[in-house]
């Protein structure tokens, strides 16, 4: 299989689909990520753990449609041209 940049953009579009698929009270939550763990005091610097929770739910609420549609994109590609 050679490294092109269809196989690039699919193995992008896997890990958007890994994050969309993330459910914070099932899974989250146990790995301590869960919403209310991250929350922090007035005027301080957010942590990495919640920008990674932001940029989470981000992606969950923003990309829910076009993750369908792009889904449905690449799936047809893959059977029209293997």
């Known amino acids: 299989m050679a490294f092109t940049?269809?196989?690039?953009l699919q193995?992008?579009?896997?890990?958007v689909n890994a994050i969309a698929v993330l459910?914070?009270?099932?899974?989250l939550k146990n790995i301590?990520?869960?919403a209310d763990q991250g929350?922090?005091?007035?005027g301080e610097e957010p942590g990495i753990k919640s920008q990674l929770m932001n940029l989470i739910r981000?992606?969950?609420?923003?990309?829910?449609v076009p993750l369908i549609i792009i889904n449905s994109?690449?799936?047809v590609l893959l059977l029209l041209f293997g």
Do not use: K
Request: glycine share 12%; charged share 15%; proline share 0%.
């Open 5 to 8: 940049l269809y196989s690039l």
């Open 11 to 15: 193995a992008a579009l896997l890990c």
């Open 23 to 27: 459910h914070e009270e099932r899974f």
């Open 32 to 34: 301590g990520w869960g």
């Open 39 to 42: 929350i922090g005091g007035f």
């Open 58 to 64: 981000s992606v969950r609420t923003v990309m829910r």
């Open 73 to 75: 994109i690449a799936i």
